[in-house]
């Protein structure tokens, strides 16, 4: 089978551990059309060629981005033609003008259609965007999910085909690998986060649930950017913290295993909105990887990801998180316990390779639908 696979979250190299290992499955002959950068509200990523064997990886012009909804890439259709594929695996939202693009030249060179969503909001968009969810509804062979929630919303707006729940990424265990005993830095205890500096992340819960903690003993590390930065610097300086906090900034995601590694925990203390709610939290399954006990809010997928392997506290609730700050601090041994235990919950659901191989059953599943439908026309047109 030939496999077109359309992301733009493909510039981060680790993510392309997951392409690896599709590509050494079975009767696949897989290649990625990847923009040349992205570039966002938290940050500006230029693609990295960290894993780039066994697959073709080809670099297209995008126009317009860091516009989530109305990217696009304007050459897709003259390289669907050159590469012939059965399947078009477009890795974004149905509401999404490159959606709907992709899967419209899909259509036309006889490929199937595959699109990702996370949405596990029931939101109604203005036009054009609600014409191309629903046209992408029709097109779509099949559908992945990347939370249970996101299928709930997909029944409800009218989607009635096939639809399986995959996560986008899972991790490699060999690279988000557990600290050796010489690999840590300080005997400080370290809190940390990674992600955007956004409102809806609850990095300021955080920065006001340490301010909570005894003044000794403890360092917190936020790695990643954003917005909120310099009103977060503000915050930890009126806390009385700021000589405590370090702010890391954006970094490659090649150095992001090292990082997690030097955490003694990470806190992941998303906060609700009215048209977002947290859809998976990547970064919980890292550090999990990584043998770092994570303590996640009730936001959205967050509990569900974590399950019984960290510590979950009332989104927005200060005094909660500093109680399990605290709690950690103080059990050395409830810390290695929860290490355990989230190491273990990714190596049995969240790897590269189970990603891959449940991504690889959905390209089969199609392709034999696929042959279905042709043999029955096939006999209605000999009849």
Partial sequence: MR??????????????RKLEE??????????????????????????????????????????????????FYPTLGRLLRQLRP???????????????????????????????TWQNLNR?????????????????????????TAVEVLRAK?????????????????????????????????IGYAGGLIPEKGVDVLLRACAGLPTAGWRL?????????????????????????????????????????????????????????????RVLIEAMASGVPVI??????IPNVIGDAGLIFPEGDVQALTAALARLIDAAALRRELAERGRARVLARFTQAQVAAATHAVYRTILAQKASTQSVAGQAAGD
């Fill in 124 to 148: 109604r968009y203005p036009w054009p965007f609600r014409a191309f969810e629903k046209a992408n509804y029709r097109r779509a062979a099949h559908v992945i999910a990347g939370n249970a």
């Fill in 221 to 281: 590390r936020l790695l990643g950017d954003g917005p909120e930065r310099s009103r977060l610097a503000g915050l930890a300086e009126t806390l009385g913290i700021r000589e405590q906090v370090d702010f890391l900034g954006h970094r490659p995601s090649t150095q992001i295993p090292a990082l997690y590694r030097d955490f003694d925990v990470l806190v992941l203390p998303s906060v609700s909105r009215p048209n977002w709610v947290e859809q998976f939290g």
């Fill in 22 to 71: 599709l590509a050494r499955l079975p009767d696949i002959e897989l290649t990625a059309i990847v923009p040349p950068a992205w570039r966002d509200r938290r940050s500006h990523v230029v693609l990295e060629r960290a894993h780039i064997h066994g697959y073709t990886l080809i670099v297209a012009p995008l126009r317009f981005t860091g516009q989530y909804h109305l990217h």
């Fill in 86 to 116: 059965d399947i078009v695996h477009m890795d974004e939202e149905p509401y999404n003008l490159a959606t709907w693009h992709a899967l419209r030249l899909a259509e036309a060179v006889a490929a199937a259609g595959l699109f990702f």
């Fill in 3 to 16: 496999v077109v696979m359309i992301s733009k979250a493909l510039v981060v190299g680790a993510y392309q």
């Fill in 296 to 301: 996640g809010s009730t936001c959205g997928e």
């Fill in 158 to 190: 009218g989607y009635r085909g096939p639809v399986t729940v995959i996560p986008q990424f899972g991790v490699d265990p060999e690279i988000f690998r557990p600290a050796l005993a010489d690999e840590k830095t300080t005997t400080t205890f370290r």
